[in-house]
């Protein structure tokens, strides 16, 4: 997979720019068109006229799905090639699919001896003139778009190889019923941002919301890129970590959206952490009852918790998250490049919220993680695409079935009512939110195999991981009576009684489990020495 896909109309330079491009980056090169020939022993015109166009198209589906199987390769696609649904959903899978583009009178120029072009005849303009048009909707659908108007091969190949993602490149479909949408996970993508960005937009107003953080290293490259797709962008900054989440900050972006013409058609992009997601994310609910957004994680943590599933939230003198929202966004790029610079306390952070979701869903992950944390917390590329794409995968899925916590998306909660409670009583923004929930998990554990639930193998490798993790070194600092109240604020306390989320065995958990306050109290002072 992670192969480059070439496609547009005719005489749009497919077959001169990918081999450009494949020399330029040292990839292999595939002529869809020259494949099917040579497995048909036949040329395409002889196809058409020997099984129809019907027949063509289905060698051609099966040419493309052999030579999707290479890894690595700049593809050349038929101009028809992405106008079949299944073919474009496998050339967007693990592929990075740029379209190239010409002028109707420059593509008739190219053509004007249009020999084993069947479509194409009788008349060259005519048969443009008909067949563009619904073409040239699915073309603009690509990742990246290029014309080559005027511009020689070698320029056009620079172009696109300055602007393709690096080291792989995953889709994950979101598949909630009226607002399905889809996380792209990979290396250098804000050129796809932008471009996706452009279609969204369609010249419609655009924000970005950031922090401090954000601006100081995310966000000029990110400008840069829409403004080489034609896009201008308003900028509104808010303060970084929790002081983002209060009504005050959400009041400010309120008045630029105002300020900057951003109306019901108007986009809203999140450039930044867990706590820029919620805010920015809470802003484009209530907006004008709801306007669209795109979440661009920045931090780990972001990418594979807070900014899947649509919940936006402010924090409140009571508590944590207690106004909020569920707003599904419309696209979500998680750009591994971000990590890069990412803190090491704030990268360790996030692996309790990469171990939680395996343990409550997936044994294969748990095995993984095991095996793979020391090239995880190296920061090794392949190790954190795969960590990322694995997690984010696992919460689609669950999100996917369950959008508003009715139900099973309750797990991902594993951790969290100790968890939240722990920043509460600490002081938002004083303790991290990951090493809150590994806390949280260790309590939740404990709580499993205290009331019968768990297994004493789940607690240990779940132990296991969070210490080599280095998620456990320091137990937080909090007062007995600040934490109990703070429990009691929990959100998913009902009438009083506490309830958990507790792990039966790796890779299952059960939710809604009340629990005896006797027993959350002893195994709270044991496991927090409180």
């Known amino acids: 997979m992670n192969n480059v896909v070439l496609v547009g109309f005719m005489g749009s330079g497919k077959t001169t720019v990918g081999r450009a491009l494949a020399d ?36 051609e589906s099966r040419g493309l799905e052999r030579a999707l ?18 073919n474009w959903r496998e050339m967007r899978s693990g592929n990075c699919v740029v379209a190239l583009t010409a002028e109707p009178a420059e593509l008739a120029r190219r053509l004007n001896r249009p020999k084993g072009r069947p479509l194409l005849q009788p008349d060259v303009p005519s048969a443009i003139a008909a067949l563009l048009p619904t073409r040239m909707a699915r073309y603009l659908e690509a990742d990246l778009v290029f014309s080559t108007d005027g511009k020689p091969a070698a320029e056009i190949s620079r172009h696109i190889d300055a602007r393709l993602p690096r080291g792989g490149l995953h889709r994950i479909s979101i598949d909630v019923p009226g607002a399905a949408h889809e996380v792209t996970v990979g290396f250098h993508l804000a050129n796809l941002a932008a471009q996706a960005l452009r279609r969204l937009a369609a010249s419609r107003p655009i924000m970005v919301v950031s922090d401090s953080v954000g601006a100081g290293r995310h966000i000029d490259p990110l400008i840069e890129a829409l403004k080489s797709a034609g896009v201008s962008a308003a900028v509104h900054l808010v303060p970084a970590g929790e002081a983002a989440k209060e009504l005050g900050v959400l009041s400010t972006i309120y008045g630029a959206l105002a300020d900057d013409g951003i109306d019901r058609e108007g986009v809203l992009v999140s450039l930044g952490g867990g706590c820029v997601g919620d805010v920015a994310g809470f802003a484009a ?16 943590l972001a990418m594979v918790d807070s900014s899947i599933g649509g919940k936006t939230a402010i924090n409140l003198p009571a508590g944590k998250n207690l106004a909020g929202a569920v707003h599904q966004p419309v696209a979500i790029f998680s750009d591994l490049e971000y990590l890069e610079t990412l803190a090491d306390a704030e990268f360790r952070s996030a692996l309790a919220e990469i171990t939680k979701v395996a343990l409550v869903a997936d044994r294969s992950f748990v095995d993984w993680l095991s095996v793979n944390l020391v090239a995880l917390l190296g920061r090794d590329k392949p190790a954190m695409l795969e960590a990322v794409r694995w997690a984010v995968a696992i919460k689609a899925g669950v999100v996917s079935r369950d959008p508003h916590e009715t139900g099973e998306r309750a797990i991902l909660n594993y951790g969290h009512t100790v968890g939240h409670a722990l920043e509460r009583a600490a002081g938002f923004g004083r303790l991290r939110h990951g090493e809150a929930v590994a806390w949280g998990m260790e309590v939740a554990g404990r709580l499993s195999l205290s009331s019968g639930a768990g297994t004493p193998e789940a607690v240990r490798t779940q132990h296991a991981l969070l210490q080599r993790a280095g998620l456990l070194a320091n137990r937080p600092e909090v007062k007995r009576a600040d934490l109990w109240q703070a429990l009691r604020h929990d959100k998913k306390s009902q009438a009083g009684a506490l309830r958990f989320v507790l792990l039966r ?8 489990c009340e629990v005896d306050p006797n027993l959350v109290w002893d195994t709270l002072a044991k496991v927090l020495s409180l």
Do not use: H
């Not at 199987?69 to 106008?83: E, H, S, V």
């Open 69 to 86: 199987r290479r890894d690595d390769a700049i593809i050349a696609a038929g101009g028809g090639a992405p106008l079949r649904d299944e």
């Open 505 to 512: 065995e790796i890779g299952r958990a059960d939710y809604g």
């Open 285 to 300: 609910a209530t907006w004008m009852r709801g306007i669209r957004y795109v979440q661009m994680p920045t931090t780990l």
């Open 24 to 59: 330029q980056t040292r990839r292999s090169f595939i002529d869809l068109d020259e494949e099917i020939a040579t497995d048909a022993g036949r040329s395409i015109s002889e196809i058409f006229a020997d099984e129809g166009e019907a027949g063509f198209r289905e060698r």
